[in-house]
Each structure stands twice: as C-alpha cells, then as structure tokens.
Nanobody
Framework: QVQLVESGGGLVQPGGSLRLTCAAS????????MAWHRQAPGKQRELVAV???????NYADSVKGRFTISRDNAKNTVYLQMNSLKPEDTAVYYC????????WGQGTQVTVSS
C-alpha cells in the first residue's frame, strides 16, 4: 500500500542525539497518522511515538521528554528527534502507517554506547 524508507541511525554516546527520517511514497503523511516503533535484541517490537493527521502526538513513557515526532507533509517525510539518548534506546527503529498495516521495512539501527 505504501513504501517507507528509514534513515539516520548510527552509533552515538550516551547523552547524544540523532534525528531519524522516514521518507514515504506519495503524499500519505497528510492524510494518515504515522508512527515510529523500535525493537531491541531479545525484545518485542514496541510503539515509540505517534503523530496524527492534525499534528497531535503521543509517546511511550520511556521516551517522553526526550523524543519528538514531527512531519513535513510537503516532503512526505516524518522525523524522530532523539535527545539525551540512553543505552536502553539501542534498537532497530521502524516507521509505519498504523491504519494501513502492511509489512515492515529494513528499519534503521540506533546504537547508544560509550
């Protein structure tokens, strides 16, 4: 139904920052809510953040105050700004359109380590 490509992951020290990017095919970010999920080794995939079509946001308790989800509809792009990163944030991060479902992409690896 849609194609999403994540990028921006990398290796950072604790307390550092990264900005993840989700590039979408077509003008979907303006008409659907979008979300970021993550999956750490040995853990279930978990919801990290959601942005609605009106711009409202919701976050997992573990990232509140540190992560910010945003969108640029003109660029068909959704972002996840991650600040004050902790080792427990290490995971593969994925973007998704919850109402449409569909398969998961490759994601982008975030590693927080000294």
């Amino acid at each position: 139904q849609v194609q999403l490509v994540e990028s921006g992951g990398g290796l950072v020290q604790p307390g550092g920052s990264l900005r993840l990017t989700c590039a979408a095919s077509g003008s979907i970010s303006s008409i659907y809510a979008m979300a970021w999920h993550r999956q750490a080794p040995g853990k279930q995939r978990e919801l990290v953040a959601v942005i609605t079509i009106s711009g409202g946001t919701n976050y997992a308790d573990s990232v509140k105050g540190r992560f910010t989800i945003s969108r640029d509809n003109a660029k068909n792009t959704v972002y996840l700004q991650m600040n004050s990163l902790k080792p427990e944030d290490t995971a593969v991060y994925y973007c998704n359109v919850p109402v449409l479902g569909g398969s998961w992409g490759q994601g982008t690896q975030v590693t927080v380590s000294s």
